[in-house]
């Protein structure tokens, strides 16, 4: 089965086809008109795909596909995200929470030799997807296994989703570059300021071990609750090396029972195109990755 695999994210957006193995990745920025963004992006791919398979930044009402993305301020309030591209390309279209669809991504084709898994994607934002049994866990919502508003710090930072001490509102790639900003520092992105934690600056070392210490928190509390062996963090925060030496070592203070004595935390296996290949997934894999009892009327 050949499909289009995309990824919504609040700061890019991705595509690739999938025929056997995922194809070349184009890239756009999501922009201020991310509909007219990714048309034109798609456009050019969509000839002779089957279906396309969308991850995207939630939340969402699911299965409908429907949209209000936190970090996509021109989507909040409900974008008919799937509806509007079955009406495009007239092709059925599958569409979950990133997270989920990097979650779906390792555990498919990461070779983690686990069927219970939490996927996380560190980036604009921080979601989850969760993979229990070997088959992707949905929810009430579709938005299962949504780590990034696990509350690490009740006196923190406000979160974008309105509360406060979020893990998102403390690791996502924005808040850690305010932080540091707030600190007299100069980046202004977070590629500028992983560039100066690599040179040793000690504002950008702090503010990534902050970060840090926040996942390492978020993580042992879901690993408690939902007994996975493996976390597979991804996004382009997970990326920089000053972010795990807080994160493993607050994980060690507070993952202590018994049972997660063997949980691995790692960098996700596929890196960036995790999220792409779970898309992907929803389609060619559906019979583990997608629920057709719920999904069935929404479907293009």
Known sequence: MTVLAVDVGGTKLAAA???????EVTRSPTGTDPWT??????????AGVAGIGVGCGGPMAWPAGAVSPLNIP???GGFPLRDRLAERYGVPVRLHNDAACAAVGEHWQGGWGTDHLLG???STGVGGGLVIGGRLVDGAGGNAGHVGHIVVDPLGPPCPCGGRGCLEAIARGPAIVAWAAGQGCTAGTGVELAELAAHGDRV????????GRALGVGIASAA????VEVVAVGGGISQVPALWPTLRRTLREHARLSFLGELRVEPAALGPTAGLVGAAALLVAGDRYWSPSRAGAVEG
């Not at 408690?224 to 007994?227: E, I, N, P, S, T």
């Open 37 to 46: 963004a990714l048309t034109e992006l798609l456009d050019p791919l969509v």
């Open 74 to 76: 021109a989507w909040r």
């Open 224 to 227: 408690a609750l939902l007994d």
């Open 204 to 211: 950008a070392l702090q503010a990534f071990a902050q970060a």
């Open 17 to 23: 086809v999938w025929a056997g193995a995922l194809g």
């Open 120 to 122: 996380m994607v560190v």
